[in-house]
Protein backbone atom coordinates (compact mmCIF):
# COMPACT_ATOMS: atom_id res chain seq x y z
CA UNK A 1 0.00 0.00 0.00
CA UNK A 2 1.25 3.58 -0.62
CA UNK A 3 0.09 6.75 1.76
CA UNK A 4 0.46 10.51 -0.14
CA UNK A 5 0.90 13.41 2.08
CA UNK A 6 -1.64 15.90 0.98
CA UNK A 7 -0.47 19.15 3.16
CA UNK A 8 -2.88 22.25 2.52
CA UNK A 9 -2.72 25.39 4.34
CA UNK A 10 -5.83 24.47 6.68
CA UNK A 11 -4.72 20.57 6.81
CA UNK A 12 -2.92 17.55 6.73
CA UNK A 13 -3.85 14.09 5.53
CA UNK A 14 -3.01 11.05 4.05
CA UNK A 15 -4.10 9.44 0.76
CA UNK A 16 -4.18 5.92 1.11
CA UNK A 17 -3.79 3.77 -2.05
CA UNK A 18 -3.39 0.00 -2.75
CA UNK A 19 -5.52 -3.04 -3.12
CA UNK A 20 -5.84 -3.66 1.15
CA UNK A 21 -6.37 0.15 1.67
CA UNK A 22 -10.06 -0.52 3.11
CA UNK A 23 -8.14 -2.24 6.33
CA UNK A 24 -7.18 1.51 7.34
CA UNK A 25 -10.53 2.55 7.70
CA UNK A 26 -10.83 1.66 11.59
CA UNK A 27 -7.85 2.27 12.41
CA UNK A 28 -7.92 6.32 11.46
CA UNK A 29 -11.36 6.36 13.05
CA UNK A 30 -10.18 5.08 15.94
CA UNK A 31 -7.17 7.04 16.11
CA UNK A 32 -9.29 10.24 15.30
CA UNK A 33 -9.53 12.98 18.34
CA UNK A 34 -11.88 14.14 19.55
CA UNK A 35 -13.21 10.51 19.27
CA UNK A 36 -15.57 9.56 16.54
CA UNK A 37 -19.78 9.80 18.30
CA UNK A 38 -21.03 7.95 15.19
CA UNK A 39 -20.95 7.67 11.41
CA UNK A 40 -22.68 8.07 8.46
CA UNK A 41 -22.46 6.13 5.00
CA UNK A 42 -22.97 8.06 2.24
CA UNK A 43 -23.25 5.77 -1.44
CA UNK A 44 -25.02 5.56 -4.80
CA UNK A 45 -27.25 2.93 -5.74
CA UNK A 46 -25.00 1.03 -8.03
CA UNK A 47 -21.86 1.60 -5.79
CA UNK A 48 -24.25 0.86 -2.99
CA UNK A 49 -24.64 -2.48 -4.38
CA UNK A 50 -21.49 -3.83 -5.02
CA UNK A 51 -19.32 -2.31 -2.26
CA UNK A 52 -21.56 -1.41 0.62
CA UNK A 53 -21.47 -4.74 2.33
CA UNK A 54 -18.22 -4.62 2.49
CA UNK A 55 -17.41 -1.36 4.09
CA UNK A 56 -19.76 -1.79 6.37
CA UNK A 57 -18.49 -5.14 7.63
CA UNK A 58 -14.59 -3.46 7.79
CA UNK A 59 -15.83 -0.79 10.33
CA UNK A 60 -15.85 -3.27 13.57
CA UNK A 61 -16.31 -0.70 15.66
CA UNK A 62 -18.04 0.05 18.87
CA UNK A 63 -20.40 2.63 17.14
CA UNK A 64 -23.44 3.26 15.14
CA UNK A 65 -23.22 2.92 11.58
CA UNK A 66 -26.28 4.53 9.91
CA UNK A 67 -26.20 4.24 5.59
CA UNK A 68 -28.25 6.81 3.25
CA UNK A 69 -28.09 5.41 -0.58
CA UNK A 70 -28.76 8.03 -3.29
CA UNK A 71 -29.84 7.15 -6.62
CA UNK A 72 -26.86 7.39 -9.32
CA UNK A 73 -26.06 9.95 -11.78
CA UNK A 74 -24.77 13.29 -12.16
CA UNK A 75 -28.47 14.96 -11.40
CA UNK A 76 -28.67 13.32 -7.96
CA UNK A 77 -26.22 15.76 -6.95
CA UNK A 78 -29.14 17.90 -5.93
CA UNK A 79 -30.56 20.41 -3.30
CA UNK A 80 -32.72 18.35 -2.61
CA UNK A 81 -30.37 15.01 -1.67
CA UNK A 82 -28.33 16.99 0.01
CA UNK A 83 -31.50 18.19 2.12
CA UNK A 84 -32.56 14.41 2.47
CA UNK A 85 -29.07 13.20 4.18
CA UNK A 86 -29.19 16.47 6.71
CA UNK A 87 -32.48 15.18 7.79
CA UNK A 88 -31.27 11.38 8.04
CA UNK A 89 -28.55 12.91 9.60
CA UNK A 90 -30.38 14.85 12.53
CA UNK A 91 -33.01 12.38 12.92
CA UNK A 92 -29.71 9.33 13.39
CA UNK A 93 -28.82 11.63 15.97
CA UNK A 94 -25.70 12.77 14.28
CA UNK A 95 -23.91 15.30 16.37
CA UNK A 96 -20.27 17.74 16.19
CA UNK A 97 -18.01 15.00 16.22
CA UNK A 98 -19.87 12.14 13.90
CA UNK A 99 -17.94 11.19 10.47
CA UNK A 100 -19.52 10.98 7.45
CA UNK A 101 -17.94 8.22 4.71
CA UNK A 102 -18.79 9.28 1.17
CA UNK A 103 -18.68 5.86 -0.52
CA UNK A 104 -18.52 6.44 -4.42
CA UNK A 105 -17.13 8.42 -7.09
CA UNK A 106 -16.96 12.38 -7.37
CA UNK A 107 -21.11 12.47 -7.51
CA UNK A 108 -21.18 11.24 -3.61
CA UNK A 109 -17.72 12.88 -2.97
CA UNK A 110 -18.72 15.87 -3.37
CA UNK A 111 -22.33 16.06 -1.69
CA UNK A 112 -21.45 13.57 1.08
CA UNK A 113 -18.34 16.43 1.49
CA UNK A 114 -20.65 19.42 1.28
CA UNK A 115 -23.29 17.90 3.65
CA UNK A 116 -19.95 17.59 5.89
CA UNK A 117 -18.96 21.04 5.42
CA UNK A 118 -21.94 22.41 6.47
CA UNK A 119 -23.96 19.77 9.06
CA UNK A 120 -23.77 21.71 12.40
CA UNK A 121 -20.96 23.92 11.18
CA UNK A 122 -18.61 21.05 9.75
CA UNK A 123 -18.25 17.98 10.77
CA UNK A 124 -14.91 15.55 9.89
CA UNK A 125 -15.67 13.49 6.65
CA UNK A 126 -13.31 10.46 5.25
CA UNK A 127 -13.16 9.51 1.34
CA UNK A 128 -13.67 6.21 -0.03
CA UNK A 129 -13.29 7.17 -3.73
CA UNK A 130 -14.89 4.10 -6.15
CA UNK A 131 -13.97 5.75 -9.09
CA UNK A 132 -10.67 6.73 -11.46
CA UNK A 133 -12.40 10.35 -11.97
CA UNK A 134 -11.78 10.42 -8.10
CA UNK A 135 -8.20 10.54 -8.06
CA UNK A 136 -9.29 14.15 -9.29
CA UNK A 137 -12.18 14.78 -6.87
CA UNK A 138 -11.40 13.09 -3.69
CA UNK A 139 -8.31 15.44 -3.20
CA UNK A 140 -8.03 18.98 -3.23
CA UNK A 141 -11.20 19.75 -0.65
CA UNK A 142 -13.59 21.13 -3.08
CA UNK A 143 -16.99 20.45 -2.79
CA UNK A 144 -20.51 20.92 -3.78
CA UNK A 145 -24.06 20.54 -5.11
CA UNK A 146 -25.24 21.05 -8.36
CA UNK A 147 -28.29 24.04 -9.32
CA UNK A 148 -30.39 24.16 -12.07
CA UNK A 149 -28.80 26.95 -13.43
CA UNK A 150 -24.98 25.60 -13.26
CA UNK A 151 -22.95 23.00 -12.23
CA UNK A 152 -21.16 23.31 -8.85
CA UNK A 153 -22.89 26.64 -7.72
CA UNK A 154 -23.41 25.69 -4.11
CA UNK A 155 -20.58 24.08 -2.46
CA UNK A 156 -17.42 25.26 -0.09
CA UNK A 157 -13.86 24.10 0.63
CA UNK A 158 -13.81 21.13 3.29
CA UNK A 159 -10.86 19.33 3.50
CA UNK A 160 -10.90 15.33 3.88
CA UNK A 161 -9.53 13.22 7.33
CA UNK A 162 -8.11 11.13 5.22
CA UNK A 163 -8.81 9.14 1.27
CA UNK A 164 -9.36 5.90 1.38
CA UNK A 165 -8.44 4.11 -2.45
CA UNK A 166 -8.79 0.97 -2.18
CA UNK A 167 -8.46 -0.12 -5.46
CA UNK A 168 -10.05 -3.14 -5.99
CA UNK A 169 -13.39 -1.26 -5.39
CA UNK A 170 -12.49 -0.41 -9.11
CA UNK A 171 -13.16 -3.63 -10.80
CA UNK A 172 -16.94 -3.03 -11.34
CA UNK A 173 -16.14 0.18 -13.11
CA UNK A 174 -18.00 0.25 -16.62
CA UNK A 175 -15.10 0.96 -19.15
CA UNK A 176 -16.85 4.21 -20.30
CA UNK A 177 -15.58 5.38 -16.38
CA UNK A 178 -12.70 4.49 -16.99
CA UNK A 179 -11.86 6.10 -20.12
CA UNK A 180 -14.06 9.77 -18.22
CA UNK A 181 -11.15 9.27 -15.27
CA UNK A 182 -7.92 8.59 -17.46
CA UNK A 183 -8.54 11.87 -19.06
CA UNK A 184 -8.21 13.17 -15.82
CA UNK A 185 -4.88 11.20 -15.68
CA UNK A 186 -3.92 12.09 -18.74
CA UNK A 187 -4.29 15.93 -17.34
CA UNK A 188 -2.33 15.18 -14.46
CA UNK A 189 0.52 14.44 -17.18
CA UNK A 190 0.52 17.45 -19.37
CA UNK A 191 0.40 19.90 -16.54
CA UNK A 192 2.66 18.68 -14.11
CA UNK A 193 4.32 15.60 -14.98
CA UNK A 194 5.59 14.60 -18.36
CA UNK A 195 7.88 11.27 -16.92
CA UNK A 196 4.20 10.00 -16.32
CA UNK A 197 2.88 11.39 -19.56
CA UNK A 198 5.98 8.93 -21.28
CA UNK A 199 5.23 5.95 -19.38
CA UNK A 200 1.37 5.66 -20.06
CA UNK A 201 2.20 6.09 -23.42
CA UNK A 202 4.62 3.02 -23.21
CA UNK A 203 2.72 0.91 -20.60
CA UNK A 204 -1.16 2.00 -20.75
CA UNK A 205 -1.96 1.38 -24.32
CA UNK A 206 -5.01 0.27 -23.60
CA UNK A 207 -7.75 1.29 -20.64
CA UNK A 208 -7.56 -2.31 -19.49
CA UNK A 209 -3.98 -2.09 -18.84
CA UNK A 210 -5.04 -0.34 -16.04
CA UNK A 211 -5.02 -2.58 -13.27
CA UNK A 212 -3.06 -3.82 -10.54
CA UNK A 213 0.41 -2.39 -10.05
CA UNK A 214 -0.39 -0.17 -13.11
CA UNK A 215 -3.55 1.45 -11.87
CA UNK A 216 -1.56 1.86 -7.95
CA UNK A 217 1.49 3.18 -9.79
CA UNK A 218 -0.76 5.99 -11.82
CA UNK A 219 -2.72 6.99 -9.10
CA UNK A 220 0.63 7.16 -7.00
CA UNK A 221 1.78 9.69 -9.92
CA UNK A 222 -1.16 11.43 -10.73
CA UNK A 223 -2.65 12.51 -7.67
CA UNK A 224 0.87 14.42 -6.08
CA UNK A 225 0.32 16.38 -9.48
CA UNK A 226 -3.03 17.59 -8.00
CA UNK A 227 -1.68 17.61 -4.58
CA UNK A 228 0.80 19.95 -5.13
CA UNK A 229 -1.20 22.41 -6.98
CA UNK A 230 -3.71 22.26 -4.10
CA UNK A 231 -0.88 23.09 -2.03
CA UNK A 232 0.09 25.90 -3.28
CA UNK A 233 -3.03 27.36 -3.65
CA UNK A 234 -5.69 26.08 -1.92
CA UNK A 235 -8.58 28.49 -2.65
CA UNK A 236 -7.74 28.84 -6.06
CA UNK A 237 -6.47 32.44 -6.60
CA UNK A 238 -3.51 31.62 -9.21
CA UNK A 239 -1.96 27.92 -10.03
CA UNK A 240 -5.21 25.99 -9.43
CA UNK A 241 -6.23 27.70 -11.97
CA UNK A 242 -3.86 24.79 -14.25
CA UNK A 243 -6.03 22.03 -13.58
CA UNK A 244 -8.56 23.65 -15.66
CA UNK A 245 -6.37 21.80 -18.56
CA UNK A 246 -8.89 21.11 -21.39
CA UNK A 247 -12.32 22.06 -19.20
CA UNK A 248 -13.04 25.62 -20.44
CA UNK A 249 -14.22 23.52 -23.83
CA UNK A 250 -14.81 20.63 -21.96
CA UNK A 251 -17.33 22.09 -20.27
CA UNK A 252 -18.97 24.20 -22.96
CA UNK A 253 -19.43 20.90 -24.68
CA UNK A 254 -20.75 19.16 -21.35
CA UNK A 255 -23.39 22.09 -21.43
CA UNK A 256 -24.18 22.34 -25.29
CA UNK A 257 -24.56 18.49 -25.66
CA UNK A 258 -26.55 18.21 -22.67
CA UNK A 259 -25.21 16.18 -19.22
CA UNK A 260 -25.17 12.70 -19.52
CA UNK A 261 -24.89 12.77 -23.09
CA UNK A 262 -21.00 13.01 -23.04
CA UNK A 263 -18.87 12.26 -20.26
CA UNK A 264 -16.91 14.74 -17.94
CA UNK A 265 -13.36 13.14 -19.60
CA UNK A 266 -14.52 12.63 -23.25
CA UNK A 267 -15.38 16.60 -22.89
CA UNK A 268 -12.25 17.19 -21.36
CA UNK A 269 -10.22 14.97 -23.75
CA UNK A 270 -11.24 17.19 -26.78
CA UNK A 271 -11.04 20.14 -24.84
CA UNK A 272 -7.17 19.07 -23.91
CA UNK A 273 -6.45 18.30 -28.27
CA UNK A 274 -8.28 21.78 -28.64
CA UNK A 275 -5.74 23.52 -26.03
CA UNK A 276 -2.32 21.97 -27.70
CA UNK A 277 -3.66 22.61 -31.34
CA UNK A 278 -4.01 26.38 -29.65
CA UNK A 279 -0.91 25.93 -28.15
CA UNK A 280 0.87 25.67 -31.68
CA UNK A 281 -0.50 27.99 -33.57
CA UNK A 282 -0.17 30.59 -30.30
CA UNK A 283 3.47 29.36 -29.78
CA UNK A 284 4.07 28.40 -33.10
CA UNK A 285 5.44 25.36 -32.09
CA UNK A 286 5.35 21.44 -32.49
CA UNK A 287 3.48 19.81 -30.06
CA UNK A 288 2.76 16.70 -31.19
CA UNK A 289 -1.00 17.56 -31.43
CA UNK A 290 -1.18 14.86 -34.27
CA UNK A 291 0.35 12.32 -32.49
CA UNK A 292 -1.47 12.85 -29.27
CA UNK A 293 -4.84 12.28 -31.02
CA UNK A 294 -4.23 9.11 -32.40
CA UNK A 295 -3.21 8.22 -28.74
CA UNK A 296 -6.43 9.69 -28.18
CA UNK A 297 -8.28 7.80 -30.43
CA UNK A 298 -6.92 4.19 -29.52
CA UNK A 299 -8.33 4.97 -26.34
CA UNK A 300 -11.91 5.98 -27.52
CA UNK A 301 -11.73 9.28 -27.03
CA UNK A 302 -14.52 10.80 -29.35
CA UNK A 303 -13.70 13.31 -32.05
CA UNK A 304 -14.83 17.07 -31.80
CA UNK A 305 -18.82 17.03 -32.76
CA UNK A 306 -18.69 18.65 -36.10
CA UNK A 307 -21.99 19.86 -35.78
CA UNK A 308 -21.88 22.01 -32.83
CA UNK A 309 -22.19 25.77 -33.68
CA UNK A 310 -19.20 27.49 -32.72
CA UNK A 311 -20.42 30.84 -32.20
CA UNK A 312 -22.56 29.33 -29.40
CA UNK A 313 -19.59 27.31 -27.95
CA UNK A 314 -17.69 30.78 -27.62
CA UNK A 315 -20.37 32.33 -25.75
CA UNK A 316 -20.71 29.41 -23.55
CA UNK A 317 -17.18 29.12 -22.58
CA UNK A 318 -16.96 33.09 -21.95
CA UNK A 319 -19.44 32.21 -19.36
CA UNK A 320 -17.35 29.78 -17.69
CA UNK A 321 -16.75 30.51 -14.12
CA UNK A 322 -13.24 30.74 -14.51
CA UNK A 323 -13.69 33.14 -17.53
CA UNK A 324 -12.59 36.80 -16.22
CA UNK A 325 -15.06 39.76 -16.93
CA UNK A 326 -16.25 38.30 -20.27
CA UNK A 327 -12.94 37.04 -21.81
CA UNK A 328 -11.99 33.63 -22.11
CA UNK A 329 -8.94 32.34 -20.20
CA UNK A 330 -7.33 29.01 -21.00
CA UNK A 331 -4.95 27.66 -19.88
CA UNK A 332 -2.64 26.30 -22.82
CA UNK A 333 0.53 24.24 -22.84
CA UNK A 334 3.91 25.39 -23.63
CA UNK A 335 5.45 21.80 -23.27
CA UNK A 336 4.39 18.63 -22.42
CA UNK A 337 4.17 19.18 -18.11
CA UNK A 338 4.36 23.28 -18.70
CA UNK A 339 1.21 24.60 -18.53
CA UNK A 340 0.01 28.71 -18.50
CA UNK A 341 -3.31 30.27 -18.14
CA UNK A 342 -3.93 32.50 -21.19
CA UNK A 343 -6.53 35.24 -21.78
CA UNK A 344 -7.48 34.68 -25.28
CA UNK A 345 -10.04 37.28 -27.46
CA UNK A 346 -12.99 35.53 -28.88
CA UNK A 347 -12.13 35.67 -32.92
CA UNK A 348 -8.58 33.49 -31.99
CA UNK A 349 -10.95 30.97 -30.35
CA UNK A 350 -13.49 31.00 -32.95
CA UNK A 351 -11.24 30.80 -35.74
CA UNK A 352 -9.52 28.43 -34.03
CA UNK A 353 -12.16 25.71 -33.11
CA UNK A 354 -13.48 26.10 -36.66
CA UNK A 355 -10.40 25.15 -37.74
CA UNK A 356 -10.26 22.37 -35.32
CA UNK A 357 -13.55 21.19 -36.25
CA UNK A 358 -12.48 21.23 -39.67
CA UNK A 359 -8.83 19.43 -38.79
CA UNK A 360 -10.79 16.64 -36.37
CA UNK A 361 -12.80 15.94 -39.58
CA UNK A 362 -10.04 15.24 -41.53
CA UNK A 363 -7.70 12.84 -39.51
N1 LIG B 1 -14.38 18.28 -6.12
C1 LIG B 1 -13.58 18.30 -7.15
O1 LIG B 1 -12.46 18.84 -7.09
C2 LIG B 1 -14.01 17.64 -8.41
C3 LIG B 1 -13.10 17.44 -9.44
C4 LIG B 1 -13.53 16.75 -10.58
C5 LIG B 1 -14.84 16.31 -10.66
N2 LIG B 1 -15.70 16.54 -9.63
C6 LIG B 1 -17.08 16.05 -9.68
O2 LIG B 1 -17.04 14.64 -9.78
C7 LIG B 1 -18.24 14.19 -10.43
C8 LIG B 1 -17.85 13.16 -11.46
O3 LIG B 1 -17.23 12.08 -10.81
P1 LIG B 1 -17.40 10.57 -11.30
O4 LIG B 1 -17.06 10.49 -12.74
O5 LIG B 1 -16.66 9.74 -10.33
O6 LIG B 1 -18.98 10.41 -11.25
P2 LIG B 1 -20.00 9.50 -10.43
O7 LIG B 1 -19.70 9.54 -8.99
O8 LIG B 1 -21.35 9.93 -10.86
O9 LIG B 1 -19.68 8.03 -10.99
C9 LIG B 1 -19.93 7.73 -12.35
C10 LIG B 1 -20.84 6.50 -12.47
O10 LIG B 1 -20.11 5.35 -12.07
C11 LIG B 1 -20.83 4.62 -11.08
N3 LIG B 1 -19.82 4.02 -10.21
C12 LIG B 1 -19.02 4.65 -9.34
N4 LIG B 1 -18.14 3.79 -8.80
C13 LIG B 1 -18.42 2.58 -9.33
C14 LIG B 1 -17.86 1.30 -9.17
N5 LIG B 1 -16.79 1.10 -8.39
N6 LIG B 1 -18.41 0.27 -9.88
C15 LIG B 1 -19.46 0.49 -10.72
N7 LIG B 1 -20.01 1.68 -10.92
C16 LIG B 1 -19.50 2.72 -10.23
C17 LIG B 1 -21.72 5.64 -10.41
O11 LIG B 1 -22.86 5.02 -9.85
C18 LIG B 1 -22.08 6.54 -11.59
O12 LIG B 1 -23.15 5.99 -12.30
C19 LIG B 1 -18.92 15.42 -10.98
O13 LIG B 1 -20.00 15.73 -10.14
C20 LIG B 1 -17.85 16.50 -10.89
O14 LIG B 1 -18.39 17.79 -10.72
C21 LIG B 1 -15.31 17.18 -8.52
ZN1 LIG C 1 -12.40 17.57 -14.60
Sequence with gaps: MKTIQIQTGSKQYNVYVGNHALLQLSKIIENMKPAVS??????????????????????????????????????????????????????????RHSLIIAL???????????????????????????TLLAHDSAVGGKVAINHPLGKNMIGAFH?????????????????KEWRSGFAEVIKHS????????????????????????????TLQR?????????????????????????????HALEKEMGYGNITHGDGVAIGMLFAIFLSEQIYEKDLQYREIK??????????????????????????????????????????IGVVDVVSISDETVRMALEAFQREEESI
Design 38 to 95: NILLISDETVASFHLDEVKNTLQLEKDVFSFVIPSGEKEKSFENYYAVQTFALEKGLD
Design 190 to 217: FIGDVELYHWLREEVKTLTDLRDDKLIY
Design 104 to 130: GGGMIGDLAGFVAATFMRGIRFVQVPT
Design 159 to 175: QPEAVIYHTPFLNSLPE
Design 222 to 250: AIPVKAKIVAEDETEKGVRAYLNFGHTLG
Design 294 to 335: RWFTAYGYPNMPSKLDVNRLVQVMKQDKKANGGTIRMVLMQE
